[in-house]
Nanobody, 124 residues
Framework: QVQLVESGGGSVQSGGSLRLSCVAS????????MAWFRQAPGKEREGVAQ????????YAAASMWGRFTISRDDANNALYLQMNTLKPGDTAMYYC?????????????????WGQGTQVTVSS
């Protein structure tokens, strides 16, 4: 089993930045692919970005690429999401997720382990 704990969320104004962190514990050898998802009220959970063990990253949408940067530090079992130029549309609960498989589809069903989430609120 793997436990994931997120931190770093908060309230910022439009144009601001936040850095989310996720620390994994337990059987961390199972965290082959790691990702960030988000879920806004009344909407489905959507992928933000994912990253392989060799550092190859992929982003779900063009609107995120260039504003968001995903990274991981396997020595410390940590995953990060640097978010810049935040917009009100980025307001959501952000979740860290891990898969026992290589990165593939950035869909919730592909991931085996989830954190409890950290809230990000962006005001205009």
């Amino acid at each position: 089993q793997v436990q994931l704990v997120e931190s770093g969320g908060g309230s910022v104004q439009s144009g601001g930045s936040l850095r989310l962190s996720c620390v994994a514990s337990g059987d961390t050898d199972m965290t082959y692919c790691m990702a960030w998802f988000r879920q806004a009220p009344g909407k489905e959970r959507e992928g933000v970005a994912q990253i392989t063990r060799d550092g190859s990253a992929g982003y779900a949408a063009a609107s995120m690429w260039g504003r968001f940067t995903i990274s991981r530090d396997d020595a410390n079992n940590a995953l990060y999401l640097q978010m810049n130029t935040l917009k009100p549309g980025d307001t959501a609960m952000y979740y860290c997720a891990a898969s026992r498989r290589r990165c593939g589809s950035l869909l919730p069903s592909y991931f085996d382990y989830w954190g409890q989430g950290t809230q990000v609120t962006v005001s205009s």
